[in-house]
């Protein structure tokens, strides 16, 4: 069965640092182009941050040099690191992968994560003091 799994979010306050996990299961994320979303209170879904297969990473414009896409193959699974965090970060968090799909076109043009090989449920960040 294939699956995706966030954990990492939670309440932080304004300046505060938060690490987002997701763990691939059924499927090795290795040979998957891998992408952060996130859906804030009244906003669209936004694509935050895209890794794909090859190397390519990509950043929203809204928090690049604040957040750090990683992968641990080991683990089958992938980070955000998310730094200097904002109110405006306040969100619910989720990964998917995609086979096809390249880092910045991943990010860029997915409306939809159903869309895509696979997505998680959602964790929540919540940016307050």
């Known amino acids: 069965q294939v699956q995706l799994v966030e954990s990492g979010g939670g309440l932080v306050q304004p300046g505060g640092s938060l690490r987002l996990s997701c763990v691939a299961s059924g499927f090795t994320l290795d040979y998957y182009n891998i992408g952060w979303f996130r859906q804030g209170p009244g906003k669209e879904r936004e694509g935050v941050s895209c890794?794909?297969?090859?190397?390519?990473?990509f950043y929203a414009d809204s928090v690049k040099g604040r957040f750090t896409i990683s992968r641990d193959s080991a683990k089958n699974t992938v980070y955000l690191q998310m730094n200097s965090l904002k109110p405006e970060d306040t969100a619910v968090y989720y990964c998917a992968a995609d086979f096809t799909l390249i880092a910045q076109a991943l990010c860029v043009t997915t409306s939809d994560v159903s869309e895509l090989d696979a997505w998680g449920q959602g964790t929540q960040v919540t940016v307050s003091s």
């Open positions: 890794s794909g297969r090859d190397g390519d990473t």
